[in-house]
């Protein structure tokens, strides 16, 4: 079969060969199987959202309603630079219509090597929807929607977002709300980030959404602030105590401190001297957390610290 040179693809092509499995050839919204997603259905090991959320990684889908972003992370392994620009943007109903199929046509490949009854249940009652894969989803106007339909039935939907559109994130609702925070002042931001827009007023909007996590807490949304640590660009003592004040005004119930991996497009931006190692992302969490805080967990294989807020 001939299998053309990766030079040659277009953008949606090449992230076909990449696993991403779109709902229309016009629209953005996509599925794809992680590797921790693999693994569970081979019978293999869990995410680290097993060991500290009780998420059943064999059930949980990863997907995206847009693959557009309105920032530019150096640490992003995601494809930006080959960004489709233009999308047609569908109605949520359809979107998760297409879900199912979708993850069953990612994980096709696994079936051979997977317990025929566990695969079976794992592709065809997902339990979990992860709107993680890539771009900005607040970006898609009908998140709220969206979550309320992948709610259904007692799904959970956790949703990762940079807090960028405030507007939105007072909208949705989801099981567990991921807001990024990879720097402590709009200078830092702007280099790291590298946002799309004015820097002064994107970092605004993120202080905005943090304002609104108790409000989201308060209305059963459990939160989450997540830095992505760097070496080299915000690793600093310095650097945790900034981030450490917002947190600490801002209070989500959990505090996630990710340390870089060197994979995929990232690779083209840093070298692999920008990743930390597990004590490094120790020390830093440990500076960053907030009187009231205490230790949750750590995840050495997904490099990340958590600390949960004590009440």
């Not at 870089?260 to 001297?273: C, K, V």
Request: net charge neutral; with cysteine; proline share 6%.
């Amino acid at each position: 079969m001939y299998r053309k040179p990766a030079e040659t693809l277009n953008t949606r092509e090449m992230l076909h060969r990449q696993g991403y499995n779109f709902v229309s050839e016009k629209s953005t919204a996509a599925v794809k199987p992680c590797m921790w997603c693999k693994r569970a259905v081979h019978g293999g090991d869990s995410c680290y959202k097993h060991q500290l959320y009780g998420i059943e990684t064999a059930k949980c889908v990863q997907m995206t309603p847009t693959l557009r972003c309105n920032q530019r992370c150096l640490f992003c392994w995601r494809s930006m630079e080959h960004e489709l620009k233009d999308e047609e943007i569908l109605s949520p109903e359809e979107i998760a219509r297409a879900i199912p199929a979708l993850q069953r046509k990612g994980l096709s490949g696994d079936k051979p090597f997977s317990d025929p009854a566990f695969w079976e249940e794992a592709t065809t009652h997902p339990a979990q929807f992860a709107v993680s894969l890539s771009g900005e989803p607040t970006l898609y106007p009908h998140l709220a929607e969206l979550i309320d339909i992948l709610k259904t039935g007692g799904n959970s939907v956790f949703v990762v977002s940079n807090g960028t559109n405030p507007s939105m994130i007072r909208r949705i609702s989801p099981t567990q709300l991921y807001i990024s925070l990879d720097a402590g002042d709009a200078d830092t931001y702007a280099k790291i980030c590298r946002p799309e827009g004015n820097p002064a007023v994107m970092w605004e909007n993120i202080m905005e959404t943090l304002s609104y996590l108790r409000e989201k807490e308060a209305a059963g949304v459990r939160t989450a602030v997540r830095t992505t640590l760097v070496k080299g660009l915000n690793d600093t003592k310095e650097d945790a105590a900034s981030i450490g004040k917002i947190i600490n005004i801002s209070q989500p119930m959990y505090i996630e401190i990710k340390g870089y991996m060197y994979l995929g497009f990232s690779r083209r931006r840093l070298s692999e001297d920008a990743v930390p190692d597990m004590n490094e992302i120790r020390a830093f969490a440990e500076d960053a957390a907030p009187d009231g805080y205490s230790l949750m967990d750590t995840n050495e294989p997904s490099r990340v610290v958590v600390y949960r807020r004590n009440k």
